[in-house]
């Protein structure tokens, strides 16, 4: 997620790549979505996040195996 909010480090709530994506994951409307919106999305999806940044790092590490 930090690449995907470069420009929006210290304010990712901000971020039109983040809201976007909220936006697809949870049908909120990306140009009504707030500060707070962003961190109950991410702290009610907390573990679906862990688990998908889990499985980028297994990803990674696969691709990087020779």
């Known amino acids: ?4 909010t ?3 480090r210290l304010r990712p709530w901000a971020s039109p790549y983040v ?3 909220i936006e697809t994951y ?4 990306a140009e009504k979505i ?4 962003v961190l109950g999305f991410v702290w009610q999806e907390k573990w679906q ?3 998908f ?7 990674d ?5 020779d």
């Open 61 to 65: 590490k696969a691709a990087t195996r």
């Open 1 to 4: 997620m930090l690449n995907s």
């Open 53 to 59: 940044l889990r499985w980028t790092g297994e990803i």
């Open 6 to 8: 470069r420009g929006y």
């Open 19 to 21: 809201k976007w994506r």
């Open 34 to 37: 707030r500060p707070r919106d």
């Open 26 to 29: 949870s049908g909120m409307k």
């Open 49 to 51: 996040l862990l688990r």
